[in-house]
């Protein structure tokens, strides 16, 4: 079945870096566009960034471009956030994400909070 693993998240001080991981089983991870998202309590789902199958292409949400990289390692049906200079409002739950054409998958999370 459809699995996606979310870790890495933890505790960073603002400023700091943290490397997301999203491991995938029970598709063929290298055809279908990956993305990230996070939410807060009381709010919905914000999407972070997005990447193509390839990995050619990725699209970055306003509040994170210039700090956040999306990879993927297709061979390790892995997808990858780096974020840079962390601030306090990136605190927040990521899931990754696919849509499969028969429905869409979310991971179960993993939580990152900055705070000093």
């Known amino acids: 079945q459809v699995q996606l693993v979310e870790s890495g998240g933890g505790l960073v001080q603002p400023g700091g870096s943290l490397r997301l991981s999203c491991a995938a089983s029970g598709f063929t991870f290298s055809s279908y566009v990956m993305r990230w998202y996070r939410q807060t309590p009381g709010k919905e789902r914000e999407l972070v960034a997005t990447i193509t199958s390839a990995g050619a292409t990725t699209i970055y949400g306003d509040s994170v471009k210039g700090r956040f990289t999306i990879s993927r390692d297709n061979a390790k049906n892995t997808m990858y956030l780096q974020m840079n200079s962390l601030k306090p409002e990136d605190t927040a739950v990521y899931y990754c994400?696919?849509?499969?054409?028969?429905?869409?998958?979310w991971g179960q999370g993993t939580q990152v909070t900055v705070s000093s």
């Open positions: 994400k696919v849509n499969l054409p028969v429905r869409a998958y």
